[in-house]
């Protein structure tokens, strides 16, 4: 390492830098006055949603809405008044099976209207024989002779007893029925008078 004298200045040297220090340095000093805060740390992160709280009550009823608009209008009935009031009627009292000719009278229909004359199941459920069909005048009436030799107004097969004559309108649909008395002969009976 250091030999001889050369150890010598620097022992000399450090002790005078002690010194100095020494020397230098005063009584402590009084504590200095308390600095600012520091800025605000970031924000921590959300904590976890509360429980959902419980339903309120249930509020007040609101007021009426108002009235919607009027529907369209409903499609017009038939005629009324050839509905209620149509009628037909028989002008013979005794007629018989295979009768070619049956006189009628109709009233209460439509005015120029195509009125078919039936006899309801006369050929047994559901067939209904045609006697003939008729057209009313201005008034809605007509008295016609329906049937031919053709094609007979009661059919030929037809047994004694009462059935329905039925009048159909082909325009609305009105209808009238009356009964039809079909008999053994022409000829009443000499001891009922049937």
Do not use: W
């Not at 007509?142 to 009661?154: N, Q």
Request: charged content about 15%; glycine content about 20%.
């Amino acid at each position: 390492m250091f030999k001889g004298k050369a150890i010598y200045p620097l022992v000399i040297l450090s002790l005078i830098g002690m010194l100095l220090v020494a020397a230098c340095a005063g009584p402590a000093g009084e504590a200095g006055s308390a600095g600012s805060a520091g800025a605000a740390g970031p924000a921590g992160a959300a904590g976890a949603a509360g429980a959902a709280g419980a339903a309120g009550p249930a509020g007040p009823a609101g007021a009426d809405g108002s009235d919607g608009s009027d529907g369209a209008n409903g499609k017009n009935g038939a005629d009324g008044s050839a509905a209620r009031f149509a009628s037909v009627a028989v002008s013979t009292a005794r007629n018989v099976a295979g009768q070619e000719t049956l006189k009628v009278t109709l009233s209460g229909f439509s005015r120029k209207d195509t009125i078919t004359v039936t006899i309801v199941e006369a050929n047994g459920p559901g067939g209904d024989h045609t006697v003939g069909s008729a057209k009313t005048n201005g008034s809605g009436a007509v008295e016609a002779t329906l049937g031919s030799a053709g094609s007979p107004a009661i059919p030929s097969g037809l047994g004694v007893g009462v059935y329905t004559l039925k009048a159909t309108g082909g325009r609305d649909g009105a209808s009238a029925t009356t009964a039809l008395h079909v008999k053994a002969t022409l000829l009443p009976d000499p001891i009922t008078g049937e």
